[in-house]
Nanobody
């Protein structure tokens, strides 16, 4: 499967962006989908994941948690997964990547090395 992420850009703190990740080559419904981000000089970190059916979602659980501000969703009919980002903060500035894998457990979906397929990344810059 090939993944194409888009929707990044420059936004002021408190603003919103919606990222999209379109899959081609295979049906998106066969994959657990995740969003990761990598800020300059930092390691890539887990942002959110959604199971194949869309019935369960998971979010990064770190100090500057995105839970409550970000929402991951998917439209399997459109072969697209979304990341709605609200109340953006400067510390959300990063390159955001979507990823896919056909078989992940709940524990493994937060690990980037578990994903087999990656999009090219879309850059998000949040100004203060």
């Amino acid at each position: 499967v090939q993944l194409q992420a888009s929707g990044g850009g420059l936004v002021q703190a408190g603003g919103s962006l919606r990222l999209s990740c379109v899959a081609s080559g295979r049906t998106l419904g066969s994959y657990t989908m995740g969003w990761f981000r990598q800020a300059p000089g930092k390691e890539r970190e887990f942002v959110a994941a959604i199971v194949r059916s869309g019935g369960s979602t998971y979010y990064g659980n770190y100090a500057d948690s995105v839970k409550g501000r970000f929402t991951i969703s998917r439209d399997n009919a459109k072969n697209t997964v979304y990341l709605q980002m609200n109340s953006l903060k400067p510390e959300d500035t990063a390159v955001y990547y979507c990823a896919a894998d056909p078989s992940l457990t709940r524990a493994s979906m937060m690990s980037d090395y578990e994903y087999d397929y990656w999009g090219q990344g879309t850059e998000v810059t949040v100004s203060s």
